[in-house]
């Protein structure tokens, strides 16, 4: 049976069909690209909030007015700041304490000694690594800016600084700190005080200054010449 112009019937009724069934293939294949969409959108944006939560913590600190970068100590640093606390007592503290080497070294050294570093990251990793090494009983870790700490109950201090904060830092420890404490500093000494020993070279030098020494002493002299460490007989 043909219908009119002299089409056949079964040929209209086909293309009828494939009218209709072409728009839901089109619907199909439309909706399967935005499925796509959203998944590629969902997984960029995890990976950039992934890499947010990673970084900011590293970042933020270098926005700071004054900043204290992470650089893991030598060996050989870690060797000389456990020398200059050769028949020392009380308790430690290392100011910007990073991974925790020095502390983990302080407290396999016999000292109880604590860590205040910015970074949340670097604190769960110390933490685990003075597990690690068995210290863990003596060795804690605290996330807090050290300028917001009071280290008046600290008998040894160890600082990694920089020269923009060494000013500043010296003046809050000489308010602080009792007279029988002692402050190691390692890559660069303070500006205005004489140290009571040193020992190592170029960016393993250590300087270690006695509290009581240096709050009788005037600025630095221009050119001095450093005392090595006392030896015990």
């Not at 020398?83 to 302080?106: F, P």
């Amino acid at each position: 049976m043909e219908g009119g112009g002299g089409i056949p019937l079964e040929t209209l009724t086909e293309e009828s069909q494939s009218r209709h069934v072409l728009p839901a293939s089109l619907e199909a294949n439309s909706l399967q690209k935005s499925n796509w969409g959203f998944l590629l959108t969902g997984l960029v944006g995890g990976t950039l909030v992934a890499v947010y939560a990673v970084v900011i913590p590293f970042i933020t600190p270098a926005l700071r007015k004054v900043c204290l970068p992470f650089v893991p100590a030598t060996t050989k640093q870690i060797e000389n700041v456990v020398k200059m606390l050769q028949c020392r007592r009380g308790s430690l503290v290392d100011i910007g304490s990073g991974d925790g080497r020095i502390v983990i070294a302080a407290a396999k050294a016999g000292f109880t000694a604590v860590g205040y570093e910015l970074n949340p990251w670097l604190v769960w990793y110390s933490r685990y690594r003075a597990w690690r090494e068995g210290v863990h009983g003596s060795a804690r870790f605290y996330i807090s800016d050290l300028w917001k700490v009071t280290f008046s109950q600290y008998s040894n201090v160890v600082i990694f600084g920089v020269p923009q904060m060494m000013l500043q830092l010296e003046k809050k420890l000489e308010l602080e700190l009792d007279d029988d404490a002692r402050v190691i500093a390692c890559r660069f000494p303070f500006p205005h005080w004489t140290p009571d020993h040193v020992t190592g070279e170029g960016i393993d030098t250590v300087w270690a200054y006695d509290a009581s020494t240096f709050r009788g002493r005037a600025k630095r002299p221009t050119s001095m010449h450093f005392q090595p460490p006392i030896q015990a007989s």
